[in-house]
Each structure stands twice: as structure tokens, then as C-alpha cells.
């Protein structure tokens, strides 16, 4: 992965702002009409959790390349091929490539298997008397040879590039067919040699690998999406933020690890806590089921949407789906939910006792991190269903489509907020317990209990009636989860750049 040192220039134009300490966003606190305080930045300006980044077609990525090979031309005097095959060698390491090469220039060129030579450049021809050491045909074929002068028929040239290319995967490490000839290949030969389709490959396929060797760049793990995406987020740096990108196909991925947007959870702590689940699958299996039993009356409930507040059809109960207690222990001054209580006072000098504790504190973070994640599934499910009733309304009532289209964002806002406490339970899990611990729960319950309360706006049946009161309670409460979720996702950039927390790992 290593690439020495591209500086911007090199690479793209405009990328500024590289210090993520920088550019905070501002804040200005007002009250709202709830006497929250909600919290708004500017918008243009870049948050604190978010970095500077842009996404490149294929065809940007090779026009960049181009460019510096351009600026080797001009400095070395060498044509563009040899000085595509130098750059490539040495990774495109542009200060490298030319120190060495002012040191000495015969042995760079022997390296990278570039021949040195007055002749013009090779071109596909007939020779008189010449037998193919390949195929052994000696008719009259069209030849060709590199500045190697390793001559072979235009047939099987072209099919040992074909196979390189096609079979091997093969672009800027191709040397030619002759035995123990180290020259390279260069793009001009591939291009007299194989067909379109074949030679389009090979140009993929140097896109690539100049991606995959550039720590600026990362290919859009999207399917079929043909983008990468450039940041300056350096792997070191990956404890100290969570670089969230979003491609030109809107895909949202984390330019550190590749997976999808995992904010606030730093890589590192998202890679142990997907492996800790994976090992752990089985004991963790029974939460993801949708359906529980009433603990009052033992009926059988079954959870239809992502809203977490269940009421039992048989006899009235009122309870928290995730941990199985009395709704009205869930209001705003007792909310506890999200927050693990480690037993005080129980004696866990035994072995037993000890795992036990240790994975119902497992079971605590991954049965509302799961939670979560199939919530909002659900509220999406919920939400088409509702679909179909705005779009009745829109014929029967005053409401135009766009007034139509709040319940669409806040159910859009509602999904990115549990996407984020999906992941601080992953992030808290990993957490020592202390106070600026408890500060982020503080955050985290905030979140949840606005996430909560939007949820079952959401839900509620949409009647002509009252629509325009549903709306605005829903337009406040989406506006509301937003700001609280930008202040966790502030707070939680900040604790992160001054190392705030403790990882028990
Ligand atoms: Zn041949
Ligand atoms: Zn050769
Ligand atoms: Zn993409
Ligand atoms: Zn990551
Ligand atoms: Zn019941
Ligand atoms: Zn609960």
C-alpha cells in the first residue's frame, strides 16, 4: 500500500482544507418551541465529523495519470511510454523516480525494463527469412519486436498479450515473450497488438492498480460502480476520525475500512465488534426474532415497525421491546435504556459468574445495536406502506407533492439517526466506564429517546382530519433528531481528536 509521498498537485486540483483540527463548524443555540435547545450550523460549511473528499470517473483517474507522466517527459526527456513504465515502477513516486534516476540513469532503466535505444519506435512489419520461435511458421506473417528486438508473429504477440491481460489480470508487470527478457511492455505495443475490447481492459486494469497502490484513492465498493474516491485521510490517522465519504452513485462508505458508513465508530473498534458478533452469532441469534412474549400476560407480540414502544393488543401493557420494561420507565427524566448497569454488590470472584456478566454485557450493546439495524428496515417497510396513502391524499386533499413530502424525509432523517446509534453501541461497548463515558451516553440516550418519539409519529395513522397537526409535529421532530444527532456526532469528533476515551480491547 505504501506509496511514498504524492502531494495534491500531484494528484487532483483543489483539495483543500487537509487539517480535519480546522474549519469547526459554527453553532448558534436557540430555543425551540419543546424548549430544546436545537443547534444549527452553517450549512456550507463542513462539520466537524466530516471530511474534505472527491469522487473521480475512471476517465479522471487516467487523465491524472497522464498528467504526470507528462511531467516526467518534459523533465527526463523520455518518451511518454518509458516514462509511464518509470512512474510505475517506482509507484508513482515522483521524487524518488527523478533522485534516482539523476543518480544513474542507465540503472533505473535497466530496473524498470526500459532498453535504451537511438531507433525510432518498433512497428509491425515483414522480415525476410524469419521463422517464429513460438509457432515455428515461416510464411510470409506480419511481425513485431520491442527495442529488444525479440521478434515474433503478430498472432502469437497478441496472444500471450491477450492471455496476460485477460487470463492473468495482468497490465504494468507485462514483459516481453521472449525468454529471460526482462523488457517491459509498454502501452503502445499493447495498443498496435490486441483488440479494443482487450486493450480497454488493460487501461482498467492500470486504473487499478494505480487505485489500489495510492493511499489517496479507494475504488467505491459499490457494485458495478466504476468511481473512486480521494481523501487525505491517512491510515494513521483512522483513531482519530471516521472518514465518511459519499460517492458519485450516492453510495456512503468509509474511506478507511471500506465498509458502510459507521460514524461515530472508529475503524478499528468496527472491525473487532464485527468479528466479536460473528464468533458470537449463535448466543446473539434469538434477538434478532420478531417476536417476544408480553411480560405481563405472555401473549405473543409481534413488532410490525421500527417504534420500540410496544403496547400489548391482550392487555394493555406498555413496554420497551428492547429491554423488556415498563414503557413509563422510558419518559425524559428516567430514560435508562440505552445505559448498562454493571451489578454492584454481586460477588464475581468465580469464573462462571464472571462470563456471565461479561455477556449479558455483550448481549446489553448488541441486542440495541441489532435493534437498530432491523428497526429501521422496518421503519422503511412501514413507510411504503404509508406511501400509498400520501399519494391518495395528494388527490383528495389541498396538499401539494412536495408538502406531501414530509413524512418521506423525516423517515429518511429517522434511518441515518439509528445508522449513527446502531454504531455507538458498538462504540460503547468498547468504552471504560468513566465520566466522559457517561457523557456520551448522555448524548446517545438523547438521541435515542428523539429517534423513539419520531419513530412513532411515524407510524401513526394518517387521517385527512388532522394531517396538518401529524405534519408539523413530525416536521419539529425531524428537525429535532437531526440536530440531535449532529450534536453526538460533534461531540464524539471532538472526544475523538483529543483522545477523550479509554478502549477496554
Ligand atoms: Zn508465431
Ligand atoms: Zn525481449
Ligand atoms: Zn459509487
Ligand atoms: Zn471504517
Ligand atoms: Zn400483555
Ligand atoms: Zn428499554
Known sequence: MSMGSLSDDDM???????????????????????????????????????????????????????????????????????????????????????????????????????????????????????????????????????????????????????????????????????DKCRAAVDERTVRLLVDNSTYDRYITLLNRTYVDGNILLRWCPAPECEYAVECAIGPKQLDHIVPTVVCTCRNRFCFGCGLPDHQPSICRLVKLWIKKCEDDSETANWISAHTKECPKCNSTI?????????????????????????????GQNYYNCNRFEEKSGVDARDAQTKSRASLERYLHYYNRFANHEQSAKLDRELYKRTEKKMLQLQTTSDLSWVECQFLSSGVDILCEARQTLKWTYAFAFYLARDNVTELFENNQRDLEMAVEQLSELCEKPIEQADISALKQQILDKTAYVGSRREVLLKDTAAGLQEERWTYIV
Open 12 to 178: 487532483f486540483d483543489n483539495m483543500s482544507d487537509k487539517d480535519i483540527s480546522e474549519n469547526d463548524s459554527e453553532v448558534d443555540l436557540y430555543d425551540d418551541a419543546d424548549g430544546f435547545d436545537i443547534i444549527v450550523s452553517e450549512k456550507d460549511r463542513r462539520k466537524a465529523w466530516e471530511v474534505d473528499f472527491r469522487p473521480h470517473s475512471e476517465a479522471d483517474i487516467k487523465k491524472s495519470q497522464d498528467k504526470q507522466i507528462q511531467e516526467i517527459c518534459d523533465l527526463l526527456g523520455q518518451n511518454k511510454e518509458n516514462s509511464a513504465i518509470l512512474l510505475r515502477h517506482f509507484r508513482w513516486d515522483k521524487d524518488r523516480l527523478i533522485e534516482k534516476y539523476m543518480e544513474d540513469s542507465e540503472r533505473v532503466n535497466r530496473q524498470a525494463g526500459i532498453i535504451e535505444s537511438e531507433e525510432a519506435a518498433p512497428h509491425i512489419r515483414k522480415v525476410t527469412g524469419f521463422m517464429c520461435d513460438i509457432c515455428c511458421d515461416d510464411e510470409d506473417v506480419d511481425t513485431y519486436a520491442m527495442l529488444c528486438d525479440h521478434r515474433f508473429c503478430v498472432g502469437c504477440y497478441s496472444q500471450y498479450l491477450t492471455s496476460k491481460i485477460r487470463t492473468e489480470g495482468e497490465s504494468q508487470k507485462i514483459q516481453c515473450p521472449g
Open 302 to 330: 409481534e413488532k410490525n415497525g421500527g417504534c420500540n414502544h410496544m403496547t400489548c393488543r391482550k392487555c394493555k401493557n406498555e413496554f420497551c421491546w428492547i429491554c423488556m420494561g415498563s414503557w413509563s420507565e422510558h
